[in-house]
């Protein structure tokens, strides 16, 4: 399954397009950081035979902003997982439907995951507890996984309406999206198939 872009519009895309380049930035930075922080260490200790004290701690954070930052990236680029082989046999309209269904749900579980994880951020704050290395707030490590699934259950949401739009014949599998085929054969078949759905009605 290969997804192709479309041109995003209205005041959603343009928020859509805000959030996407501040993704992009922050995972950009949290993997050079962890690269340049895992390589100083390394450094650090076989050379000066001293390792940087706040180094595993630093990775773990900037892990976990990585992991819930990309959430919603790959939501955004249409890379998630997906069992697709009923779908995939539907007639477009089907697909279509489906995909709001599917899309809207999955935007409601992310919301309440979302709101959970914000209540266990606030009893982290309010407890005070700090980091060991670099005695930071240790709520501060929490609060991306809140923001990674709000921002997966908003690119869900955003999908769910893209597909609201039953005049259009392609299915989008995240906002800006398009569901499609890379191998041409898988395509061909495709389409031989909803075209012999269709002389057959």
């Given at each position: 399954m ?11 895309g343009?928020i ?12 950009g930075w ?11 260490n390394?450094?650090g ?5 001293q390792s940087?004290y ?16 990309g959430?919603g ?6 890379i ?10 539907l ?10 269904v ?9 919301a ?10 606030q009893?982290?704050a ?8 670099l005695?930071?707030p ?7 996984v ?11 949401l ?9 005049a ?6 995240s ?14 078949a ?6 012999s759905t269709?002389?057959?009605?």
């Open positions: 290969q997804t192709t872009t479309s041109t995003p519009f209205g005041f959603l343009k859509d397009a805000v959030i996407g380049r501040t993704e992009v930035w922050i995972l949290g993997i050079i950081l962890m690269a340049v922080n895992t390589i100083a390394v450094f200790r076989y050379v000066f035979d940087i706040f180094s595993e701690e630093l990775n773990e954070f900037l892990i976990v902003i990585v992991t819930f930052m959430l990236y790959a939501t955004r680029k249409g998630h997982i997906r069992m697709s082989a009923i779908y995939d046999a007639p477009i309209k089907l697909r279509k439907g489906l995909m709001v599917i899309a809207a749900t999955t935007a409601l579980v992310m309440v995951l979302a709101w959970y994880a914000l209540e266990y951020v009893k982290v309010s407890r005070g507890r700090i980091t060991p290395a005695q930071l240790l709520y501060l490590t929490y609060v991306w809140v923001i990674g699934l709000t921002l997966a259950s908003f690119q869900y955003l999908t769910a309406i893209r597909n609201l739009n039953f259009e014949e392609d299915v989008y599998v906002y800006l999206e398009v569901d499609s085929y890379e191998d041409p054969e898988t395509a061909a495709i389409q031989r198939y909803e075209e269709e002389a057959n009605k």
